[in-house]
């Protein structure tokens, strides 16, 4: 068994020491849509991290995101950020798509930090993680598309 540190499928080949994501749409538009998948080894420990995509933290998650909880390789799915683990999806595995924001919720329109619950605005971008609670009970994947608008 072992804990994991695992980028999604939207960074390239870190082998080659290249760490920067690759944005789905421009950046520089209104609306842009990450999406990939991350996957998860049958032995994955509790502690590992997996690293769905890097957002600045003045934009806000739309209520068109979607993670499906389906294939994950966990009972729980914990998305959130740094210092804030389950701040955005907390709940165990499922059959669902489930998106983080709803229409009209009390995260709606609010920029990221203040979606994930951080106090202050951090300097930069922040990191969408999902953590394992609990070791895995399968190796596993979790597609998303996370869909911001981008307040820069």
Known sequence: MAIEHVKSTIYPDQSAGYAKAIY?????GNVTIYYGTVANAA????GSTYTLCTLPASCSILPETLIRLTDWGFAQVQV???GAATSLINEARSDVNRAPVAVFDGKFGKPLWQQAGLA???RGD???I???AAN???AGALPFAIQIANHL
């Open 24 to 28: 789905s749409t421009a950046r520089n």
């Open 43 to 46: 032995d994955a420990n509790t």
């Open 80 to 82: 959130g950020v740094k």
């Open 120 to 122: 202050s605005p951090p």
């Open 126 to 128: 922040l990191d969408i």
């Open 130 to 132: 999902v953590t394992a």
């Open 136 to 138: 895995a009970t399968a």
